[in-house]
Each structure stands twice: as structure tokens, then as C-alpha cells.
């Protein structure tokens, strides 16, 4: 069974930092690349981060740019998300997803969430004091 489960959300004051795991199970990240999105209540999903599969190119949303770092490790079949100076406003449901393509200059702009066909089931960040 093809999974991504995402782990590292909680309650943080503003200010905090938390890193998001996003762990593949039942096939391998090498060769796909891998996005974060968040969805906050009453509002549409945003696209806010994208790491391609080769050279481990990133792309970051101007919302969240300077804050939060992608990062891969393929050896651990992961990505993650580390996310520093936490906002309120960035109190949301984060989810990553994955889409096989060898492009290394794919997140050279931020692909749409239906570019992608595998999904987690999403983890809660919650922002504040």
C-alpha cells in the first residue's frame, strides 16, 4: 500500500519552531518530487513548498519563504518541513504530497496540489498563545 503519513504538528506560541516529517511507505521518494501544502479552515489549500528529486532543488510560497526549509532525505524515504518563526496565521492543516518526476528544475514554480497523486492524511499546526 502506497502511504505518506506526515508527524510534528502541535500547539507552538508564536514565535516557535516545528519540523514536519513526511515518511513514504510502500515505494521509494527517489524520483519524485515531494510538496507541502496547508489548508486552513474557511480557506483554500496553499501550496507552500516543493523539492524536486535530483539535484534537491526548492521552491518556497512568499508566505512562508526565509521561514520554513524543505529538506530530503532519501535514505530515510522522508521529507520534512522545518518551520521557524511560527505566525498565528500559519495555524493550518499541513499535508505532503508526492508525484513521480525526474525533473530537477520541476519546482521552479510551485506545482498545483492536483499535479500531485499521492497524499498524507495531514497533520494540525496550531499557532498560539
Known amino acids: 500500500q502506497l502511504q505518506l503519513v506526515e508527524s510534528g504538528g502541535g500547539l507552538v506560541q508564536p514565535g516557535g519552531s516545528l519540523r514536519l516529517s513526511c515518511e513514504a511507505s510502500?515505494?521509494?521518494?527517489?524520483?519524485?518530487?515531494v510538496g507541502w501544502f496547508r489548508q486552513a479552515p474557511g480557506k483554500e489549500r496553499e501550496a507552500l513548498s516543493c523539492i524536486s528529486s535530483r539535484i534537491t532543488y526548492a521552491n518556497y510560497a512568499d508566505s512562508v519563504w526565509g521561514r520554513f526549509t524543505i529538506v530530503r532525505d532519501n535514505a530515510k524515504n522522508s521529507v520534512y518541513l522545518q518551520m521557524n518563526d511560527l505566525k498565528p496565521e500559519d495555524t493550518a492543516v499541513y499535508s505532503c504530497?508526492?508525484?513521480?518526476?525526474?525533473?530537477?528544475?520541476?519546482?521552479?514554480?510551485?506545482?498545483?496540489?492536483?499535479?500531485?497523486?499521492?497524499w498524507g492524511q495531514g497533520t494540525q499546526v496550531t499557532v498560539s498563545s
Open positions: 510502500g515505494f521509494s521518494l527517489d524520483g519524485y518530487v
Open positions: 504530497a508526492a508525484h513521480p518526476n525526474p525533473d530537477p528544475y520541476v519546482c521552479t514554480r510551485l506545482p498545483p496540489a492536483g499535479r500531485y497523486i499521492h
